[in-house]
């Protein structure tokens, strides 16, 4: 993985002094609330439903057990023992003391960490397939080219000011694992009829208010013209997006108002001009940030396991990945217990998840926008032995992609934009389920839940949505159906009247009856919904 | 009744007017009746409270209880963390905020 240099190391210890100063005058009075809310929303530091929040980037969700560890000592000093990994790859702390914020800064600086541009209307940290460098199916290792994106997006002068914020997502597999068109720039590496490798970008997508699929800009972009190329396309969006209206700003509004046609005709003219210009860094900096992501030294072994533990086996069957090399797999850590708090992990689970990466994935963990944790470079023969730590940990939860993995935002319980609680339907549902024993029996099936409209919970892309709302000052929840964000991206629909919270919970059984009662062979909950259509679930919700 | 709220400066704590200063606890909040921005200013000048808000509320016997559950939810904890709110032995208490 990327390892900083002096200039990384500095910029960002010189972060944590200029936050500290920034802090001290706060705290003094020598500056007001006012002005120093933008200053300490760009170190990630937010005023949250009981305390500060504190969001840290892990860039493209990728981790060392050092970094881990430390993430569990932060936990431990500043917070209240607990963190909550997020839909965007990063870790938030929930309880932090604006009087201890630069200290915890520096501490995460110790290990090459910072929050910078995890919040405000610039780039945020780029995220990326969490099986990158790992899976079977990639054209090659999407990592070097979000590094690239990182380094040129990291205190970018023209971009620290942009309409609204800004979400990079950047692919090298026909299989999205990364949400990638929902995305305000999806990066897709492909390789062109000729065998060269490029970028097809995708502009425009996102969720939100007003959900929008991405369309394709461009299909091929030469990687020595990548960053110039995406440099296009944001200088059109920072002169043109909305800066009157916040629930217009974002870069979806602009392409759609535009038209795909004419967007892409304004980038394709500062493509040009910038081209001219030579802003695109040596390709051999490129080269350079690919050595940080070579293969480890992978080993040989067994190729299969012993299947006679049944619990062992369904483990395996559903948190393990297909690996590039056949005698390895990447392992899924499931942090959504029955009943639990999707994302959430203690520092001792924190540490514990550091540890296992340390002795059976070349020291590497990585964060799933799905709020699990993933150990990419797993042997095989060592499976049995991971999986029997991790059972004894509570951590062994055979349920990945299943109705128990379940999306849920932090909601009502944490969050000041949040209109409904989104934590405690999940518990519900998945304990619901693990009650009456369907889990497997539905197979995949992906249930998100957001809070509020701003969608950080994904409830679009669910197949299985739900949007919490304030009806009249008490919580209600809209059903949606037919979302996905891989790759055949698809926003749900809203069923009808929304529910209570016993309602929709009821709601989601009866849902799924109808898909047990209607699906063919094969087919997913999505398939059957895409088959059928609304009406059937309706006549069952609503009849 | 009207009462003010909002967050420790240092800390971030929730915290309530409770008439004199600032409580943990939203049962001490009191009736602030029109005087609401004037003691939110003055307060916040002296960087007592930080980002205060008044919020609509009702008494119930030596109970306080706000209007919106935003607010209940603040005065309490996460409901989904019984132990980390301020009552984390009252088995009544998170049925109450919602």
């Known amino acids: 993985m990327y ?52 969001r840290v980037a892990i860039p493209y969700g990728t981790l060392n057990s050092t970094q881990m560890h430390m993430l569990a000592d932060i936990a ?104 990638m068109k929902l995305h305000d720039i999806g990066i897709q590496i492909i390789k062109n009829d000729a065998g060269e490798l490029g970028a097809a970008f995708y502009v425009g997508g996102g969720m939100g208010r007003t959900p929008m699929i991405a ?58 001009h910038m081209l001219e210009q030579g802003v695109e860094p040596p390709f051999a900096e490129l080269e350079r940030l690919r050595t940080f992501f070579e293969d480890p030294a992978f080993a040989d ?16 069957d559903r948190n393990t990945h297909r690996h590039k090399r056949d005698n390895y797999v990447s392992a899924v850590i499931s942090l959504k217990p029955v009943g639990g708090i999707p994302g959430d992990a203690s520092a001792e689970q924190m540490h514990l998840m550091a540890d296992l990466a340390k002795e059976f994935s070349f020291d590497e963990l990585r964060v799933m926008h799905t709020q699990n944790i993933v150990l990419p470079h797993v042997r095989i023969a060592d499976l049995h032995a991971l999986w029997t730590r991790l059972e004894a940990a509570g ?64 409830h679009h892309a669910g197949h299985i949505g739900i949007l919490g709302v304030d009806k009249k000052g008490t919580e209600n929840y809209q059903l949606l159906l037919g979302g996905s964000e891989a790759q055949d991206t698809s926003l749900g629909k809203i ?43 309706k006549e069952a919700l609503y009849d | 009744m009207k009462i003010l709220t909002g967050n420790d400066l240092k800390t971030g704590e929730v915290i309530w ?17 029109d005087a609401a921005d004037a003691i939110l200013a003055r307060e916040d000048a002296a960087r007592r409270v930080n980002s205060g808000y008044a919020i609509e509320a009702s008494q119930e016997g030596d109970r306080v209880r706000p209007a919106h559950i935003k607010d209940r939810v603040r005065a309490l904890g996460p409901t989904v963390r019984p132990d980390l709110t301020l009552k984390p032995d009252d088995p009544d208490a998170i049925r109450e905020v919602v």
């Open chain 1, 395 to 458: 951590l062994g939860a055979p349920n990945l992609d299943t109705i128990e993995d379940i999306i849920a935002c932090p909601g009502l319980d944490y969050c000041s934009l949040a209109n409904a609680r989104s934590i405690p339907l999940a518990q519900r549902i998945s304990e619901r389920f693990a009650e009456n024993g369907r889990t497997e029996e539905l197979g995949e099936l992906k249930l998100k839940i957001s809070g509020c409209i701003n969608a950080c919970g994904h």
């Open chain 1, 301 to 316: 072994g067994a190729k299969t396991v012993d299947r006679s533990d049944p619990d062992f086996a369904l483990w395996v």
């Open chain 1, 495 to 537: 069923t009808g009247r929304g529910f209570d919270e016993n309602g929709v919970i009821d709601a989601i059984e009866t849902v799924t009856d109808i898909y047990l009662e209607k699906r063919e062979d094969g087919e997913r909950f999505l398939d059957t919904y895409r088959r059928i259509g609304m009406d059937p679930f």
């Open chain 1, 215 to 272: 369309p394709m800009i461009r299909e091929f972009v030469p990687l020595d013209q990548l960053i110039t190329y995406a440099e296009a396309c944001l200088r059109v969006y920072n002169r043109y997006g909305r800066r009157d209206n916040k629930y217009k700003a974002r870069i979806k509004i602009l392409v759609h108002e535009l038209g795909k046609e004419e967007y892409t005709a304004q980038v394709e003219e500062e493509f040009k």
């Open chain 1, 76 to 179: 431990d000093k500043y917070d209240r023992g607990y963190g909550h990994f997020t839909t965007r790859q990063n870790i938030q702390y929930n309880w932090i003391k604006l009087e201890e914020t630069a200290d915890l800064l520096a501490d995460l600086a110790s290990v090459e960490m910072h929050a910078i541009q995890t919040s405000g209307n610039c780039i945020r940290n780029i995220s990326s397939d969490h099986f990158a460098g790992a899976a079977a199916d990639e054209l090659v290792d999407p990592r070097p080219y979000a590094e690239l994106l990182r380094q040129w997006s990291s205190f970018h002068p023209e971009f620290s000011y942009l309409p609204r914020k800004f979400k990079i997502a950047v692919i090298a597999a026909e299989t999205d694992r990364a949400a």
């Open chain 1, 3 to 54: 390892l900083y240099d002096s200039y990384d190391q500095a910029m960002v210890d010189a972060r944590v002094e200029e936050f500290r100063d920034q802090a001290q005058r706060r705290l003094e009075g020598r500056i007001t609330e006012e002005q120093f809310r933008p200053l300490r929303l760009m170190n990630g530091l937010y005023l949250q439903l009981h305390a500060y929040m504190l």
């Open chain 2, 17 to 33: 007017w409770d008439g004199e200063s600032w409580s943990r606890h939203v049962d001490d909040a009191v009736d602030v009746g």
